[in-house]
């Protein structure tokens, strides 16, 4: 069974930096072709995607958010971490993690990130 | 706005079919096969319908299908039952730059 689960905070400040944590279990980010992603959503608002990183280490990111967003992966630990710079209120989203073969599947649970002072 | 169009609305009664678009451009869904979509209900996270325009994974009903014409991808929904009543989001590889694209959404309601 394939379980991705996000962790962090889920109050931060404007201009802080965020950083959350997928945890997964049932796959290997080592397996060729796979990547772990993160996608938000806005409270009432479509998805976006924000990044991912594949198996062999390449990393992809949205053009739009690329110069705040870093993300790494820790095979050994099975984990792939987001960091997101200078947090707006604009920010404030549920954040999921998802893996990816194909199509994102399965998805985390989610977490929701508040950007409020 | 999204990158990918969808109607914001669709609806159909049980037992009906009914089908979602999602138009890109060749960039996106008319110029690669790996087009997806997922059903979001409220409150949950999102869940893969179809994968690589066509595919669908273990354990989705065969209710559920997908295709493309150009540079629309179609979500159809066959024998409409009152679980399939949801938010569905299609996607789309968009190239090296740009990995991944989302449609606005369409939240179907079975009436």
């Known amino acids: 069974q394939i379980t991705l689960k996000e962790s962090g905070p889920t109050l931060v400040k404007p201009t802080q930096t965020l950083t959350l944590t997928c945890t997964f279990s049932?796959?290997?980010?080592?397996?060729?072709?796979?990547?772990v992603g993160w996608i938000r959503q806005p409270p009432g608002k479509a998805l976006e995607w924000l990044a991912l990183?594949?198996?062999?280490?390449?990393?992809r990111y949205s053009p739009s958010l690329k110069s705040r967003l870093t993300i790494t992966k820790d095979t050994s630990k099975n984990q792939v971490v987001l960091t997101m710079t200078n947090m707006d209120p604009v920010d404030t989203a549920t954040y999921y993690c998802?893996?990816?073969?194909?199509?994102?599947?399965?998805w985390g649970q989610g977490t929701l990130v508040t950007v409020s002072s | 706005q999204s990158a990918l169009t969808q109607p914001p609305s669709a609806s159909g009664s049980p037992g009906q079919s009914v089908t979602i678009s999602c138009t890109g451009t060749?960039?996106?869904?008319?110029?690669?096969?790996?087009v997806s979509w997922y059903q979001q209900h409220p409150g949950k996270a999102p869940k893969l319908m179809i994968y690589?325009?066509?595919k669908r994974p273990s354990g989705v009903p065969d209710r559920f299908s997908g295709s493309r014409s150009g540079n629309t991808a179609s979500l159809t929904v066959s024998g409409l039952q009152a679980e399939d009543e949801a938010d569905y989001y299609c996607?789309?590889?968009?190239?090296?730059?740009?990995?991944?694209?989302f449609g606005g959404g369409t939240k179907l309601t079975v009436l």
């Open positions: 049932g796959f290997s980010l080592s397996t060729g072709g796979v990547g």
């Open positions: 990183v594949f198996w062999d280490d390449d990393k």
């Open positions: 996607s789309s590889y968009a190239g090296n730059y740009n990995f991944g694209v």
């Open positions: 060749s960039s996106d869904v008319g110029g690669y096969n790996y």
């Open positions: 998802a893996k990816w073969f194909g199509g994102f599947d399965p």
């Open positions: 690589e325009v066509t």
